[in-house]
């Protein structure tokens, strides 16, 4: 008797990690996208109705613009302030506040747009950050500009704590001058948070929007 109900326990036990795993992978994915796709629809409708100005006034709690990263096959991506987990969970991307501060490609200011995303669960924007390659398109769209960088470098693993990479010259990256880049980071191995995958890209250029919202060619 006392192996049967073991083995029940067993049984019982197994179901419960399974529907964690199904909750984790899979119903968190829907939950957050479900939210994300909210909040993008209010960033747009105040973009459509707001007049115009200034680049601070992107930086609102709403999200500050989209980004798109055709490679990964996600779609567009919300990007909010900061990186916590309260923040990414809700199936968007978020800019580095700490321990480096990111600086944003609406400032016109040199330095590092830093952002990262889940790679699995709440949304995992950055699931297939792996299928980005040297040359691939990384485009940031606020309501007035597209801001279009090219993948110089990829960084397939390193540790958590090395913050270097998120410097105004990103470390480990190859260049060593000033300039508008731009550095996406998530967990890796898949469905580990051991190290993070680092991906680099430099702004090539800067393209106005126009009335019907044209998106620049590296997106058709």
């Known amino acids: 008797m006392a192996v049967s109900v073991f083995g029940e326990l067993l049984i019982t036990a ?6 964690f795993v199904v909750y984790s992978l899979w119903w968190t994915n829907v939950i957050a996208d479900r939210k994300a796709d909210r909040q993008a629809d209010k960033v747009r409708d105040e973009w ?8 601070g006034a992107l930086d609102t709690r709403d999200g ?15 990007v909010k302030k ?3 987990t309260d ?27 830093t952002l990262a995303a889940h790679r699995d669960g709440h949304g995992a924007k950055f699931h297939n950050i792996d299928k980005v390659r040297v040359g691939d398109a990384i485009v940031f769209e606020t309501k007035d500009k ?9 960084l397939d693993e390193t540790s958590k704590y090395n913050v270097k990479v998120l410097s105004p010259v990103p470390k480990d990256s190859g260049v060593t001058k000033p300039g ?17 995958y680092v991906v680099w890209g430099e702004l090539v250029r800067v393209q106005k929007v126009d009335n019907r919202r044209t998106p620049p060619e590296e997106l058709r």
């Not at 197994?14 to 529907?19: C, F, S, V």
């Not at 801001?147 to 110089?152: A, G, P, W």
């Open 82 to 84: 900061g990186t916590s």
């Open 48 to 55: 459509a109705h707001s007049a115009p100005s200034g680049p």
């Open 180 to 196: 508008h880049y731009i550095t996406l980071t998530t967990c890796t191995p898949v469905y580990t948070s051991r190290y993070r």
């Open 146 to 154: 597209w801001y279009v960088y090219k993948v110089y470098d990829i």
């Open 14 to 19: 197994g179901l419960i990690l399974g529907l």
């Open 87 to 113: 923040v990414l969970n809700d199936g968007v991307a978020g800019y580095y506040t700490d321990p480096v501060k990111a600086t944003l490609p609406t400032t016109g200011r040199t330095g590092n747009f």
């Open 64 to 78: 500050i613009g989209f980004l798109h990263v055709p490679a990964m096959k996600n779609g567009e991506v919300l």
